[in-house]
């Protein structure tokens, strides 16, 4: 009986989450590494479903599900459906001023993310999905929880570091460091004593650290961003963490990384911790239980905060859409906007790589992001807002709480969406809006 009851889990759990383990572990280099037994039971019960034909039945029941919802599913704010008037009228010549993108880093191709739990799981997840739809860009993704650069006795990165660059060949390095980091510092062949906790030797050395693990890749000329720690619930934690991200940030000046300030991203205007924020236009817990790490609904928000600021920097490249019709989806007054004929059906918006879908759907975190917009265009955004009458806050292409607040006034006296977050038509009001452009 309980054979048979053993040989009926397995079954289930074959057809129904086995393939699906088995791709994550897969992709999990870190838990292959550390925890093969858990690589290993995944393939058995990826092999149990394929085996007996379960999971290939399971497939085959599911085609009239697929059947009945369609091919093109809404994720994130994201939909690849058009208007249907908008796939069945004629295209139109539109001239309008253009607007000269500023300078970028060519778009990476490899793209290797490292750092501890919060790699491993929630946002190292989130930021590889979003950045494998970027167009030619393979990750190579690598967290280990209690890891970080305090104790390199434990687990040495910069040896890890110089590992993956050999095998990867990356031509761009994304790493967070930090969360664990909040200790004395230890020396990585003794493990004895290096710098006690926040002493000025435990900033150069700490420093160092950060210096040492960007001079790998700077060797080569590959370009290294380091993320910064979010803020912290515990009082205790956010001082530490405030600490290590001043200490970070400067090391990544000294050696000429770029620093991403997400601690911005998870705190209100006042600079404390912040336990819900606006997802997809709606209000959700953005925090793990432990006040520290991020849930899936805070590593989607950071992960479209840390996307918009690479933006600024280097020039991914979307997937193209389907033809469309600029008529249709073309803002009343789209000063900023410049549209282009390239033969026959396809015309395409360009409003810091907004897509012509964008324009007309409300705005989202998704929506947002796929705008790109560069830092000088989300400044000129916060000011078309204080010109309208709605205080972002400074002008510093940094969109907080006050931002996304003024957004959504902005948009409610519109009777628009008050999402607090842009698509192309509200972007280009905006910047149109802002005086001396």
């Avoid at 394929?50 to 091919?71: C, D, I, S």
């Amino acid at each position: 009986m309980v054979l048979l009851l053993c040989w009926s889990l397995a079954l289930g759990l074959g057809a129904h989450v086995g393939r699906e383990l088995r791709l994550e572990t897969e992709r999990d280099v870190a838990l292959g590494d550390r925890a093969p037994w858990q690589a290993a039971a995944a393939g058995v019960l990826a092999g149990v479903g394929e085996l007996t034909g379960v999971a290939e039945l399971r497939a085959v029941l599911h085609e009239p599900v697929r059947a009945f919802y369609g091919t093109a599913f809404t994720v994130g704010g994201r939909s690849p459906q058009l208007p249907a008037a908008a796939e069945e009228a004629e295209p139109e010549a539109v001239e309008l001023e253009a607007v000269e993108p500023e300078a970028a880093v060519p778009a990476p191709r490899r793209v290797m993310i490292v750092g501890a739990s919060s790699i491993q799981f929630g946002l190292g997840r989130s930021l590889e999905r979003s950045i494998e739809r970027f167009q030619g860009v393979t990750v190579m993704r690598y967290g280990l929880h209690s890891t970080g650069l305090a104790r390199p006795d434990y687990f040495d990165w910069h040896a890890k570091a110089r590992a993956m660059k050999n095998e990867f060949r990356p031509d761009l390095v994304i790493a967070q460091f930090g969360g664990n980091d909040g200790q004395g510092l230890t020396d990585r062949d003794t493990g004895g004593a290096v710098a006690p906790l926040f002493t000025d030797e435990w900033d150069e050395v700490y420093g160092d650290r950060v210096e040492t693990f960007v001079e790998i890749f700077a060797d080569d000329d590959v370009p290294v961003v380091i993320l910064g720690m979010p803020a912290m619930k515990s009082a205790y934690h956010q001082r530490k963490m405030a600490r290590i991200n001043e200490v970070t940030e400067a090391a990544c000046e000294r050696a000429g990384a770029w620093f991403v300030d997400t601690f911005a991203m998870t705190a209100d205007a006042g600079g404390n911790y912040v336990a819900r924020a606006e997802v997809d236009g709606r209000l959700r817990v953005i925090r793990a239980s432990d006040g520290m790490h991020l849930n899936s609904y805070g590593a989607e928000l950071v992960t479209a905060g840390i996307l918009d600021v690479l933006g600024d920097w280097f020039t991914f490249t979307l997937p193209e859409a389907p033809a469309h019709a600029v008529r249709d989806v073309l803002p009343g007054d789209a000063r900023g906007l410049r549209v282009e004929r390239s033969g026959g059906r396809d015309a395409r918006v360009i409003a810091d790589g907004a897509k012509p879908a964008d324009l007309g759907r409300p705005g989202s975190p998704a929506v947002e992001t796929d705008l790109r917009l560069s830092r000088r265009a989300r400044r000129l955004i916060q000011r078309g807002l204080l010109a309208e009458g709605f205080d972002p806050g400074p002008a510093d292409g940094l969109f907080g709480p006050r931002t996304r607040a003024a957004l959504r006034a902005w948009q409610s006296a519109r009777g628009a969406a008050a999402t607090g977050y842009l698509n192309g038509e509200s972007a280009a009001a905006l910047r149109a809006a802002a005086p001396g452009r």
